[in-house]
């Protein structure tokens, strides 16, 4: 287990020093790079029989409390990914070595590819579904790097922002579906989920969960409809199409439907939807492909067409499909990364990878031509490539499916054969440009060789897949459907009704390319999802705009509007839901006449400052309502307050006129016109707020903590005057407070006059 | 006295509040001030409003005459003063922004001017 | 920009002394009766004030330095009351007062109280004054 | 009885103090500010410590007996907040120290900062109400300070706005404490937990509830009623803009925690369900407002809103795990939000603008910014396994298992847009040719080590989450049994 934890560190490590091991141009970057990848290979390749002798797991604790940890555990399965994430990992690693050129920062690109390498590794050893998710979303993320590597493009920086958001925002779903299931079963462990199985697929988060979580799978895996992001994404370099958009990243959502089939299976909705989605996902990117004339763009549909096939198979959760899942999957990391790897050989040396515009290769480049051929027949399903082999297994399933599945299943047989036709034969034999010829030649050995040792891979799997892969093979399907799977047969040679149709199929699809009846057009439409996404982009923008521009007015009165009638509204929503004790004490004592008089001073002062028509007298009337307010408080037995108040008033006064009236414009203050409106909410607040007071006055729990100040003020606080006691001593800590108040506004009055733009120092 | 101390209380708050919600820097501030009044006599008024004696003692032990609550007076002379801190630092900031704005009109303050 | 009135000036130089006894009075029995340092510290600084407008001092700008000053050391006093207690082991803000025979003045309370009201004293002159000095601190035309 | 509690009070008001006879020395200010904030620090950790072995601390000023004196009542969230009050004070500050030009200096912006901190740190320890307003002054009156330090137009009409808006809502804070103290007669939070259940008209303590949940709601820049932070917040420089972002409206979002869960939990039975519908709301109208700009700062702005509908999600689940969560999230918040506006800060000190339209390429001048810009906008978006997933983890599983199906579908939704907005401010400013010819220097490296100290806690409190699970539990816990909280501050007369 132990080398399974050293292999999915090994890049982590590499991507923490290579900025330490590299030179300072970084030109041994990739090859630092391709040694901590390899290293990685082989700790995989090393651990593989002790693994699948006896399985067991690691665990690092991050959260105990919240049941989050990083635990490592592999069966076949992983170890079906692992060897297709450091294997060819390998191979890309060391062909974007030798690719890259020295005006590239290949520094960044071989530390974030690493980082990618090691979270992919993560994802699929990971026995714990947070752990997964974390490294899930760190693939996004470093893909998102990878993708906008080029960030000087603003197709890149587009690209790699569809793909994140996609992806990563299907992860977040993912994230959801997660934690249902984690709630349901009480920890996140995939072991004990497995166990907990019937009570998962029991619960009524059952369906909601494994919708969330396929919602995961299939954007990252690129289905329809969430498939518009791989194309996209090719504007990456292609070693990193190669590896990320090929044979490892989009797989990782297969592999979660793998993982999580055993459970998710369980529930009606899961093997249905995925079925359909993988079948029309599978024959729609074939269809996209024919259309294609950017040889990358053709491979990134036929990718999404190919990853539809194996979702396909891997939701039926049988024997059989799984076993030709996992082959395809192998298969497939095998040839569409060569595929890959070579196109981008061929825009290197042809500096361009339009179909329509690239010459015979056959007589330029012959020896990249052959390693082409063998790799499309691959992919076509001819003999002697695994593609044959991983086909009539998938045909074999199709045939037992509802048969519109099956019409478009073989439809779509036909239709990949096609676009393979036009990779392998278009290519080679079309004379079109001859003016490409000076400019061509063939491919250097240092960049043909990893794409034929991965054809050769794919050879091999066609003659000798069970010696090749046949324990792997089983042990990876066997985790796939959680039971037993017999062991694989797998062989080139054999009559069944699926060779029939296999070879009506070829010969449909020969047809397809021969009379060429898909139009392959420079320009093609836009996809509609990309339309989607697009209006999508632009919409949510646009609204968010009007939304919040609607709002926003920047009118300092309109938010106050927002504020009171806030308070007004809830307070009505209060009155009528939950009501007032209108028994409470209603304890108004009765005043005298002179009383009211005197309150007539301060409410004419108020009204005074309303109406007033200039700003002296509206500052007057204000000082008014303060004066008179010193009349109240020494009414009512509050001396301190009268003296302090007047005090307060009158240096308030003269600061209001020092401030205001000497202002040479505006002189006169013209009220605004009347506003029923606000001041209907003006009356609401002031009635509301004192009526509120009032009856809160009537109920009054037992007494107030007053009285002990009035107890305590001469023999422990020495002081008559209470108020002062309070203030300098019972409640001292407030006074302290508010003179730093002051003191903070007077410092902030004097930054005010005297720090100001126009003269800077003060 | 409660009865004239609420609708000193209710009038003066609901004067503040149009003011606050009119349009011109100066009558804003003032709207405050006359909110913070109001709200003094709020808190004065929570203590209860009885007819009782200042809350100064006289003598060593004095609880002759009951006075009244001197909590909330001390709660209020710490909000006047902070108030009178705040409203100070209000009409120097409503000066600088009337300079520099060169009209006391809020509405010219949108800021629409110099968003984007 | 002020126009300077005989009688004002002759009026600021009784009231002022006056004002500053007064206002050290109702600071001085604060803790006992309807004054403290806050009112006594507002009527200094409106006497420091009106001296201000009666010599028409043109130029503030460097009157205020003393009285930002001023607000840190009654910052610096009230602070300095309420740790003082820690030094003698009690906690933040523990007054204590007593009771001392004065030759001439007789019995005096004092309190730890009274120094830290001082510091809000203290605060208040400087607060005012630098608040009325920066509002009339006007370049020419600036008005 | 220590007075460790008092001291994140007292020595930053002692450091104000000196920093204004300092004014005239900028060099001395530098480091009396830095040094003061940094014993500061290391106070506010031991503090946390106490709390964690001791319980709940309490200071009584002047030994005054409880309900009647003021208090400091020191639980496991109080001690939390001023420890990261101090960290990203301290970041900011050093931050500060090579990014402000002269005449800010001069003018009183260390002074300023001290007395923020003092306020700030002053609410988050107060166990009285009333004090609690005066520290909220206090915090307000320096915040409208440094808002305006330089007089720029836009900053003095929006600090205008930020400055009634304010006082409004202290007015309404001063309503609030003129109704407890009428229905409960009296002030120490404590005590009114106590009284509180007694008041027999569900109406009156219903006004309590949304009149408080108002004024916090203000100050914390809650749904509906945020209007006054994206312009203000944009106002002043980064740095000052980073401080406040990260710090100010988290002391109202404390405040309604505080008040929540002592007063309203159990005797006001609207106040989670409305508290819920906020969140929700927050959450979106926040990132809506984001997706709306075009301007790091404006953008980081609208953040802070919906990330406060996050804490306000935990505040409404009310639940152990969701209220960690919340609590989590708040001092992850803090951190990384404060990051971010540092990296505006640093950028708007080289480019000179930080709209998004007019940078780009500082992807190749300066990578390593550029690396802390990415990793902080991840985190704020909840990408694990920074800080800001494990808040937002905890608070996702909270709300399902309490079936808070829309505000689970909503928090996702805003991450969502969240982890959009990041890169798209990535895609523009750091990525995209650069379009206008920058002549600049490059970083300061100060700035950037400032930058990394914040952004490597927010790695730290994301991996190390294990370690610092305990103490957002022990919060969480004292949320929401605060009978530790009351026992400790009324003692053997609690009633």
């Given at each position: 287990?132990?080398?399974?934890?050293?292999?999915?560190?090994?890049?982590?490590?590499?991507a923490?020093?290579?900025p330490?091991?590299?030179?300072s141009?970084?030109?041994?970057?990739g090859?630092?790079?391709s040694?901590?990848?390899?290293?990685?290979?082989?700790?995989?390749?090393?651990s593989?029989?002790?693994v699948?002798h006896?399985?067991?797991?690691i665990?690092?604790?991050?959260?105990?409390?919240?049941?989050?940890?990083?635990?490592?555990?592999?069966?076949?399965?992983?170890?079906?990914f692992a060897?297709?994430?450091t294997?060819?990992?390998?191979i890309?690693?060391?062909f974007?070595?030798a690719y890259?050129?020295?005006?590239?920062?290949?520094?960044?690109?071989?530390c974030?590819?690493?980082?990618?390498?090691?979270?992919?590794l993560g994802?699929?050893?990971?026995?714990?579904?947070?752990?997964?998710?974390?490294?899930?979303?760190?693939?996004?993320?470093?893909?998102?790097?990878?993708?906008?590597?080029?960030?000087?493009r603003?197709?890149?920086?587009?690209?790699?922002?569809k793909?994140?958001?996609?992806?990563?925002?299907g992860?977040l779903a993912?994230?959801?579906?997660f934690?249902?299931i984690?709630?349901?079963?009480g920890?996140?462990e995939?072991?004990?989920?497995?166990?907990?199985r019937?009570?998962?697929?029991?619960?009524?988060?059952?369906?909601a969960?494994?919708?969330?979580?396929?919602l995961g799978?299939?954007?990252?895996?690129a289905?329809f409809?969430?498939?518009?992001?791989?194309?996209?994404?090719m504007?990456?370099p292609?070693p990193?199409?190669?590896?990320?958009?090929?044979?490892t990243m989009?797989?990782a959502?297969?592999?979660?439907?793998?993982?999580?089939?055993?459970?998710?299976?369980?529930?009606?909705i899961?093997?249905?939807?995925?079925?359909?989605?993988?079948?029309v996902t599978?024959?729609?990117?074939?269809?996209?492909?024919?259309?294609?004339?950017?040889?990358?763009?053709?491979l990134?549909?036929?990718t999404?067409?190919q990853?539809g096939?194996?979702?396909?198979?891997?939701?039926?959760?049988?024997a059989?499909?799984?076993t030709?899942?996992v082959?395809?999957?192998?298969?497939?990391?095998?040839f569409?990364?060569?595929?890959?790897?070579?196109?981008?050989v061929?825009?290197?040396?042809?500096?361009?990878?339009?179909l329509?515009?690239?010459?015979?290769?056959?007589?330029?480049?012959?020896?990249l031509?052959?390693?082409l051929?063998?790799?499309?027949?691959s992919?076509?399903?001819i003999p002697?490539?695994?593609?044959?082999?991983?086909?009539?297994?998938?045909l074999?399933?199709?045939?037992?499916?509802?048969w519109?599945?099956?019409?478009?299943?073989?439809?779509?047989?036909c239709?990949t054969?096609?676009?393979?036709?036009v990779?392998?034969?278009?290519?080679g034999?079309?004379?079109?440009?001859?003016?490409?010829?000076?400019?061509a030649?063939?491919?250097?050995?240092?960049?043909?060789?990893g794409?034929?040792?991965?054809?050769?891979g794919a050879?091999?799997?066609?003659?000798v897949?069970?010696f090749?892969a046949?324990g792997?093979?089983?042990?990876?399907?066997?985790?796939?459907?959680?039971?037993?799977?017999?062991?694989?047969?797998?062989?080139?040679f054999?009559l069944?009704?699926?060779?029939i149709v296999?070879v009506?199929a070829?010969?449909?699809?020969?047809?397809?390319?021969?009379f060429g009846w898909?139009r392959?057009?420079?320009?093609?439409p836009?996809?509609?999802?990309?339309?989607?996404y697009?209006?999508w982009?632009?919409?949510?923008?646009?609204?968010?705009q009007?939304?919040?521009?609607?709002?926003?007015s920047?009118?300092?009165?309109r938010?106050?509007t927002?504020?009171?009638c806030?308070?007004?509204?809830s307070?009505?929503?209060?009155a009528v839901?939950?009501?007032?004790?209108?028994?409470?004490?209603?304890?108004?004592?009765?005043?005298?006449?002179?009383?009211?008089?005197v309150a007539?001073?301060p409410?004419?002062a108020?009204?005074?400052?309303?109406?007033?028509?200039?700003?002296l007298?509206?500052?007057?009337?204000?000082?008014?309502?303060?004066f008179?307010?010193?009349?109240l408080?020494?009414?009512?037995?509050?001396?301190?307050l009268?003296?302090?108040?007047?005090?307060v008033?009158?240096?308030?006064?003269a600061?209001?006129?020092?401030?205001f009236?000497?202002?040479?414009?505006?002189?006169?203050l013209?009220?605004?016109?009347?506003?029923?409106?606000?001041a209907a909410?003006?009356?609401?607040?002031?009635?509301?707020?004192?009526?509120?007071l009032?009856?809160?006055?009537?109920?009054?729990?037992?007494?107030?903590?007053?009285?002990?100040?009035?107890e305590?003020s001469?023999?422990?606080?020495?002081?008559?005057n209470?108020?002062?006691?309070?203030?300098v001593?019972?409640r001292?800590?407030?006074?302290?407070?508010e003179?730093?108040?002051l003191?903070?506004?007077?410092l902030?009055?004097?930054?005010l006059?005297?720090?100001?733009?126009?003269?800077?120092?003060? | 006295?409660?009865?004239?101390?609420?609708?000193?209380?209710?009038?003066?708050?609901?004067?503040?509040?149009?003011?606050?919600?009119?349009r011109?820097l100066?009558?804003?501030?003032?709207?405050l001030?006359?909110m913070s009044?109001?709200?003094?006599?709020?808190?004065l008024?929570?203590?209860?409003?009885?007819?009782?004696t200042?809350?100064i003692?006289?003598?060593?032990?004095?609880?002759?005459?009951?006075?009244v609550?001197?909590?909330?007076?001390?709660?209020i002379?710490t909000?006047?003063?902070?108030?009178?801190?705040v409203?100070?630092?209000?009409l120097?900031l409503?000066y600088?922004t009337?300079q520099?704005?060169?009209?006391?009109?809020?509405?010219?303050l949108?800021?629409?001017?110099t968003?984007? | 920009?002020i126009?300077?009135?005989?009688?004002?000036?002759t009026?600021?130089?009784i009231?002022?002394?006056?004002?500053l006894?007064?206002?050290?009075?109702?600071y001085?029995?604060?803790?006992?009766?309807?004054?403290?340092?806050?009112?006594?510290?507002?009527?200094?600084?409106a006497?420091?004030a009106l001296?201000?407008?009666?010599?028409?001092?043109?130029?503030?700008?460097?009157?205020?330095?003393?009285?930002?000053t001023?607000?840190?050391?009654?910052?610096?006093?009230a602070?300095?009351?309420a740790?003082?207690?820690?030094?003698f082991g009690h906690?933040?803000?523990?007054?204590?007062?007593g009771h001392?025979h004065?030759?001439?003045?007789?019995?005096?309370?004092?309190a730890?109280a009274?120094?830290?009201?001082?510091?809000v004293?203290?605060?208040v002159?400087?607060n005012?004054?630098?608040?009325?000095?920066?509002?009339?601190?006007?370049?020419?035309?600036?008005d | 009885?220590?007075?460790?509690p008092?001291?994140?009070?007292?020595?930053?008001?002692?450091a104000?103090i000196?920093?204004?006879?300092?004014?005239?020395?900028?060099?001395?200010?530098r480091?009396v500010a830095?040094?003061?904030?940094?014993?500061?620090?290391?106070?506010?950790?031991?503090?946390v410590?106490?709390?964690?072995?001791?319980?709940?601390?309490?200071?009584?000023f002047?030994?005054?007996?409880?309900?009647?004196?003021?208090?400091?009542a020191?639980d496991?969230?109080?001690?939390?907040m001023?420890l990261?009050?101090?960290?990203v004070?301290s970041?900011?500050?050093?931050?500060?120290?090579?990014?402000l030009?002269?005449?800010?200096?001069?003018?009183?912006f260390?002074?300023?900062?001290q007395?923020?901190?003092?306020?700030v740190?002053?609410?988050?320890?107060?166990?009285?109400l009333?004090?609690?307003?005066?520290?909220?002054e206090?915090?307000?009156?320096?915040s409208?300070?440094?808002?305006?330090?330089?007089?720029?137009?836009?900053q003095l009409?929006e600090?205008?706005?930020?400055l009634?808006?304010?006082?409004l809502?202290?007015?309404?804070?001063?309503?609030?404490?003129?109704l407890?103290?009428?229905?409960?007669?009296?002030l120490?939070m404590?005590d009114i937990?106590?009284?509180?259940p007694?008041i027999?008209?569900?109406?009156?303590?219903?006004?309590?509830a949304i009149?408080?949940?108002?004024?916090f709601g203000?100050?914390?820049?809650?749904?509906?009623v945020?209007?006054?932070?994206?312009?203000?917040?944009?106002a002043p420089?980064?740095?000052?803009?980073?401080?406040?972002?990260?710090?100010?409206?988290?002391?109202?979002?404390y405040?309604?925690?505080?008040?929540?869960?002592?007063?309203?939990?159990?005797?006001?039975n609207?106040?989670l369900?409305?508290?819920?519908?906020?969140?929700?709301?927050?959450?979106?109208?926040?990132v809506l407002?984001?997706?709306s700009?075009?301007?790091?700062?404006?953008?980081?702005?609208?953040?802070?809103?919906?990330q406060?509908?996050y804490?306000?999600?935990?505040?409404a689940?009310?639940?152990?795990?969701?209220?960690?969560?919340?609590?989590?999230y708040?001092?992850?918040?803090?951190?990384?939000?404060?990051?971010?506006f540092?990296?505006?800060g640093?950028?708007?000190?080289?480019?000179?603008?930080?709209?998004?339209?007019?940078?780009?390429?500082?992807?190749?001048?300066?990578?390593?910014?550029?690396?802390?810009?990415?990793?902080?906008?991840l985190a704020?978006?909840?990408?694990?396994?920074?800080s800001g997933?494990?808040?937002?983890?905890?608070?996702?599983?909270g709300g399902?298992?309490?079936?808070?199906?829309?505000?689970?579908?909503?928090?996702?939704?805003?991450?969502?847009?969240t982890?959009f907005?990041?890169m798209?401010?990535?895609?523009?400013?750091?990525?995209?040719?650069?379009?206008?010819p920058?002549?600049?220097r490059g970083?300061?490296?100060?700035?950037?080590?400032?930058?990394?100290?914040l952004?490597?806690?927010?790695?730290?409190l994301?991996l190390?989450?294990?370690?610092?699970m305990?103490?957002a539990?022990?919060?969480?816990e004292?949320?929401?049994?605060?009978s530790?909280?009351?026992a400790?501050?009324?003692?053997?007369?609690?009633?």
């Amino acid at each position: 287990m132990w080398g399974l934890v050293v292999a999915s560190l090994l890049p982590f490590v590499g991507a923490a020093l290579l900025p330490f091991l590299s030179k300072s141009r970084g030109d041994n970057c990739g090859w630092i790079a391709s040694g901590f990848i390899v290293a990685s290979f082989a700790a995989v390749a090393i651990s593989t029989p002790a693994v699948l002798h006896q399985p067991g797991a690691i665990a690092f604790e991050w959260v105990p409390s919240l049941g989050l940890q990083f635990s490592i555990a592999a069966d076949g399965l992983s170890l079906a990914f692992a060897f297709l994430i450091t294997g060819v990992g390998s191979i890309v690693f060391t062909f974007a070595a030798a690719y890259l050129g020295p005006e590239e920062n290949r520094r960044r690109f071989f530390c974030y590819l690493l980082i990618f390498a090691g979270a992919m590794l993560g994802v699929v050893f990971a026995a714990n579904l947070i752990s997964m998710f974390v490294f899930w979303e760190l693939t996004s993320v470093s893909s998102f790097l990878l993708i906008g590597f080029w960030h000087e493009r603003d197709a890149s920086r587009g690209g790699a922002l569809k793909a994140l958001v996609i992806t990563a925002g299907g992860g977040l779903a993912m994230l959801v579906g997660f934690i249902l299931i984690g709630s349901i079963v009480g920890s996140y462990e995939i072991a004990d989920i497995m166990a907990a199985r019937e009570q998962i697929a029991a619960h009524r988060w059952a369906t909601a969960a494994a919708m969330l979580i396929m919602l995961g799978a299939i954007t990252k895996s690129a289905q329809f409809p969430f498939h518009s992001w791989l194309p996209s994404a090719m504007e990456a370099p292609t070693p990193v199409s190669a590896y990320l958009h090929a044979a490892t990243m989009v797989k990782a959502g297969l592999y979660l439907v793998a993982r999580m089939g055993p459970v998710l299976s369980l529930i009606p909705i899961w093997t249905p939807t995925l079925t359909v989605l993988g079948i029309v996902t599978m024959t729609w990117g074939s269809f996209l492909a024919l259309r294609q004339t950017d040889l990358k763009a053709l491979l990134a549909f036929s990718t999404i067409s190919q990853l539809g096939l194996i979702m396909a198979m891997f939701a039926q959760n049988t024997a059989s499909a799984a076993t030709a899942g996992v082959f395809h999957m192998l298969n497939h990391g095998l040839f569409k990364g060569a595929l890959f790897l070579m196109v981008g050989v061929i825009e290197h040396e042809a500096h361009t990878r339009d179909l329509t515009k690239l010459a015979s290769l056959r007589s330029n480049m012959p020896r990249l031509f052959a390693v082409l051929v063998l790799a499309s027949l691959s992919m076509a399903g001819i003999p002697p490539m695994g593609g044959f082999i991983s086909k009539e297994l998938f045909l074999e399933e199709v045939l037992q499916m509802p048969w519109p599945l099956t019409v478009i299943a073989v439809l779509g047989a036909c239709l990949t054969v096609g676009y393979c036709l036009v990779l392998a034969i278009g290519l080679g034999l079309t004379h079109q440009d001859e003016a490409e010829r000076k400019h061509a030649h063939d491919a250097p050995t240092a960049l043909l060789w990893g794409p034929a040792v991965l054809v050769f891979g794919a050879l091999l799997l066609g003659l000798v897949p069970t010696f090749l892969a046949g324990g792997l093979i089983e042990s990876a399907a066997a985790a796939a459907i959680g039971g037993h799977v017999p062991h694989p047969h797998l062989t080139m040679f054999h009559l069944s009704p699926t060779l029939i149709v296999s070879v009506a199929a070829i010969s449909a699809g020969a047809a397809v390319f021969r009379f060429g009846w898909m139009r392959r057009t420079p320009d093609a439409p836009k996809l509609v999802a990309d339309r989607v996404y697009e209006a999508w982009l632009t919409g949510l923008e646009h609204n968010a705009q009007r939304l919040t521009a609607s709002y926003m007015s920047g009118l300092l009165w309109r938010y106050v509007t927002i504020i009171v009638c806030v308070g007004i509204i809830s307070m009505s929503a209060l009155a009528v839901f939950v009501g007032f004790d209108a028994s409470a004490p209603w304890g108004a004592r009765p005043a005298q006449t002179f009383e009211y008089v005197v309150a007539l001073i301060p409410i004419a002062a108020a009204i005074g400052a309303v109406v007033a028509p200039t700003r002296l007298a509206a500052i007057l009337a204000l000082g008014a309502s303060g004066f008179s307010l010193a009349l109240l408080f020494s009414l009512v037995g509050a001396p301190d307050l009268a003296l302090t108040q007047i005090m307060v008033e009158t240096v308030s006064v003269a600061l209001f006129l020092s401030a205001f009236v000497h202002l040479p414009a505006y002189r006169k203050l013209k009220p605004r016109k009347f506003q029923p409106l606000y001041a209907a909410v003006s009356i609401a607040f002031g009635v509301g707020v004192t009526a509120l007071l009032h009856h809160a006055r009537g109920q009054r729990v037992g007494g107030t903590i007053a009285d002990y100040f009035v107890e305590n003020s001469v023999e422990k606080a020495g002081g008559h005057n209470i108020v002062n006691v309070i203030l300098v001593d019972f409640r001292g800590l407030d006074t302290l407070g508010e003179i730093s108040v002051l003191g903070i506004a007077a410092l902030t009055c004097y930054a005010l006059i005297k720090l100001r733009p126009e003269r800077k120092r003060p | 006295m409660d009865v004239p101390i609420l609708l000193v209380i209710a009038v003066t708050l609901t004067c503040g509040m149009y003011m606050v919600l009119e349009r011109t820097l100066l009558r804003v501030v003032i709207g405050l001030g006359l909110m913070s009044n109001g709200v003094n006599l709020m808190l004065l008024a929570s203590g209860g409003l009885g007819a009782g004696t200042a809350p100064i003692l006289h003598g060593q032990r004095d609880y002759g005459a009951s006075p009244v609550d001197p909590l909330p007076q001390a709660l209020i002379l710490t909000a006047i003063v902070i108030g009178f801190g705040v409203t100070a630092l209000l009409l120097t900031l409503a000066y600088r922004t009337y300079q520099s704005v060169g009209s006391d009109d809020l509405g010219e303050l949108d800021g629409k001017l110099t968003d984007e | 920009m002020i126009a300077r009135s005989v009688i004002l000036t002759t009026c600021a130089r009784i009231a002022y002394p006056v004002l500053l006894l007064f206002a050290v009075a109702l600071y001085w029995r604060g803790h006992n009766a309807p004054g403290g340092g806050f009112i006594a510290g507002l009527l200094t600084a409106a006497a420091i004030a009106l001296r201000f407008i009666a010599h028409g001092r043109r130029d503030r700008s460097g009157a205020s330095a003393p009285f930002i000053t001023a607000i840190g050391v009654g910052l610096a006093i009230a602070l300095t009351t309420a740790f003082g207690s820690l030094a003698f082991g009690h906690a933040f803000f523990t007054h204590t007062f007593g009771h001392f025979h004065l030759p001439l003045i007789g019995d005096v309370e004092l309190a730890t109280a009274a120094l830290f009201d001082l510091g809000v004293y203290i605060v208040v002159v400087g607060n005012v004054i630098t608040v009325v000095s920066a509002m009339t601190d006007r370049e020419p035309g600036e008005d | 009885m220590s007075n460790l509690p008092v001291l994140p009070v007292a020595l930053p008001m002692a450091a104000g103090i000196a920093l204004i006879f300092l004014r005239n020395s900028p060099s001395l200010s530098r480091a009396v500010a830095l040094v003061a904030n940094l014993i500061v620090l290391v106070l506010a950790a031991q503090l946390v410590e106490t709390v964690r072995i001791d319980g709940v601390q309490v200071l009584n000023f002047g030994e005054w007996p409880a309900p009647f004196g003021i208090v400091f009542a020191v639980d496991m969230l109080s001690a939390l907040m001023v420890l990261v009050t101090m960290v990203v004070s301290s970041a900011t500050l050093l931050f500060a120290t090579v990014s402000l030009d002269d005449a800010r200096e001069r003018t009183f912006f260390y002074p300023l900062f001290q007395f923020l901190l003092v306020g700030v740190n002053g609410s988050f320890l107060t166990g009285d109400l009333f004090n609690l307003f005066v520290w909220f002054e206090v915090l307000l009156i320096s915040s409208y300070g440094l808002l305006a330090l330089g007089s720029e137009r836009y900053q003095l009409q929006e600090t205008f706005k930020y400055l009634v808006i304010n006082a409004l809502s202290s007015t309404l804070f001063l309503i609030g404490v003129a109704l407890i103290y009428s229905l409960t007669g009296t002030l120490n939070m404590a005590d009114i937990a106590v009284k509180f259940p007694q008041i027999s008209d569900k109406g009156s303590a219903g006004a309590v509830a949304i009149v408080f949940m108002l004024v916090f709601g203000i100050k914390g820049a809650l749904f509906p009623v945020y209007q006054w932070l994206p312009r203000a917040y944009f106002a002043p420089p980064a740095v000052i803009s980073g401080l406040f972002g990260g710090l100010l409206t988290k002391v109202g979002v404390y405040a309604l925690y505080r008040v929540t869960s002592l007063f309203f939990v159990g005797n006001v039975n609207f106040v989670l369900p409305v508290l819920s519908f906020i969140a929700g709301a927050t959450m979106l109208f926040g990132v809506l407002g984001a997706l709306s700009q075009f301007d790091m700062k404006r953008v980081l702005s609208y953040h802070i809103i919906s990330q406060i509908g996050y804490m306000i999600m935990g505040l409404a689940i009310f639940t152990p795990l969701a209220l960690a969560g919340g609590v989590f999230y708040i001092i992850h918040h803090i951190l990384v939000k404060t990051a971010l506006f540092l990296v505006a800060g640093a950028v708007e000190a080289t480019r000179g603008t930080t709209h998004l339209k007019r940078l780009g390429g500082i992807v190749d001048t300066s990578p390593v910014l550029t690396g802390l810009f990415f990793v902080a906008g991840l985190a704020l978006a909840g990408a694990p396994p920074l800080s800001g997933f494990v808040a937002k983890f905890m608070l996702m599983q909270g709300g399902l298992e309490q079936h808070f199906y829309i505000m689970v579908g909503a928090s996702v939704v805003t991450g969502f847009l969240t982890l959009f907005s990041m890169m798209k401010i990535f895609r523009y400013a750091f990525w995209s040719p650069e379009q206008v010819p920058f002549s600049g220097r490059g970083g300061h490296a100060t700035r950037l080590v400032s930058i990394t100290i914040l952004v490597g806690l927010g790695i730290v409190l994301g991996l190390g989450a294990g370690f610092a699970m305990p103490y957002a539990t022990i919060a969480a816990e004292q949320l929401i049994d605060p009978s530790a909280y009351i026992a400790a501050v009324l003692g053997s007369q609690a009633r």
